[in-house]
């Protein structure tokens, strides 16, 4: 893989050898004003189900590209199944949460509402890009499924059974999470995916905890003797779970 | 602990009961004009030696704030020996890093200046005063050491060759940071401390990475198959140290 790559995109198109794909407007505008981009540039393209090809710029314009696929570089690999509900923070640290989740594998996000949660709307098209970008930034293969935002409770009743949630709680009687994870890892060997959710900034209600708490499938688990806020507990129950139950221990493509 | 906290403040001054403090002109205006407080108002104060004691608002005005010392809350415990030697980032990444990293309870920071680091203007002070607005939000009882900004020569030459010093490393053969962290922990129970070393954006360059791998205190590790920013992995780095070998199975205080 001596071959060097200006630059790695996701498009929604199929990927194969010889075919011509049109690229997005901003994608083209991308190549064309910031990375000055011209015919022959070599790219890497990715649509989260055909692997990641080695492609050529073919044409450019202000507002339009086309890309001629040239040969695969990397089979199509599924993500670990872990998904993160979290309940929405204000926009810096959740532009944050969200990159760093994608850059930590996760493969689903749920926007949970709680009875703490300030700044309830969420920008489903802004998420959305946000993510594009973080998993073209990091190699991965595929985007994360984003789902619509919803309420707690109604959360919790869509939630398999049999999927194990662990929720990330300052107060009360919870468990390492290391030690949750160790214990869950031994009986289930994560097939079916596996859940974890944070709070919002100041956690949630006492009321919220009893209701979690009463799920078969919630853990409650704990982080440490500071207090975390929502979006580092995020990111640091994610890193656990990849090191433990994920791929953690993989290098990565191509080095 | 039924008493209700206002709001947990870092003071230089020492701490015993039945004295008086002065509080920083930045604190006499956060208390009077962000949180409206009022004589009688009770606080947590904590400088790093003394443990943290509860007090009252005892006199308040624009730029100046007195407060009576009551009683102790908590005695002082030290942080786990943690130090993190990072390549410093653009200003909103390296503000996230500081600030979570004093989060995950790192003990000293060194910011390192490599080949690629971009922007080697380090601004002490505001470092400084994010890593104390964030231990005053963690609960912690301690603010991290923040050393002088070193070129990375300089900065291995003055590391003790006893002392392990996990290196991130997106390029060559490097050990899961999993793994390497419980193998020296069997070997070594991390009495003095242990370091984290994270690169700049675009890695550390072939050379710098020869240049570590000669050092005999040097372990190069890696964090997965993605490709992490600079700050997310000194975070997950964090992350798996504490929980590993630090104190991440601990519960916070007061729940």
Redesign the interface.
């Known amino acids: 893989m001596a071959e060097r790559i200006l630059t790695r995109l996701f498009v929604e198109a199929a990927l194969a050898g010889g075919t011509t794909v049109d690229l997005s407007p901003e994608h083209a505008h991308f190549l064309r004003s910031v990375l000055r981009a011209a015919p022959g540039a070599k790219l890497a393209l990715f649509n989260g189900r055909d692997g990641e090809w080695l492609a050529e710029l073919d044409a450019i314009g202000k507002k339009q590209a086309s890309v001629m696929i040239l040969e695969k570089r990397r089979d199509q690999t599924p993500s670990p199944a872990l998904e993160l509900a979290f309940a929405p923070v204000k926009k810096?640290p959740m532009d944050?949460l969200i990159?760093?989740s994608v850059?930590?594998?996760v493969s689903a996000l749920h926007p949970v509402l709680t009875e703490r949660t300030q700044g309830d709307r969420i920008n489903a098209g802004r998420l959305r890009a946000q993510t594009i970008e973080a998993a073209e930034?990091?190699?991965?293969l595929d985007i994360p499924e984003l789902h619509e935002a919803s309420k707690l409770e109604a959360f919790l009743d869509g939630w398999p059974d049999t999927k194990p949630l662990f929720v990330c709680a300052?107060?009360?009687d919870?468990t390492?999470?290391?030690?949750a994870l160790m214990a869950q890892k031994s009986t289930d060997p994560a097939a079916g995916g596996q859940g974890l959710m944070t709070g919002p900034e100041g956690g949630f209600s006492s009321q919220e905890l009893v209701n979690l708490s009463e799920r078969p499938f919630v853990t409650l688990v704990?982080?440490?003797?500071?207090?975390?806020?929502a979006e580092?507990a995020a990111?640091?129950a994610l890193?656990?779970w990849?090191?433990i139950v994920?791929?953690?221990?993989?290098?990565?493509?191509h080095?």
């Open positions: 810096t944050f990159q760093k850059e930590l594998g930034q990091c190699e991965r300052e107060a009360g919870a390492p999470l290391t030690e704990g982080l440490g003797p500071r207090i975390l806020r580092t990111l640091a890193t656990l990849q090191a994920g791929d953690l221990g993989l290098r990565p493509p080095r």
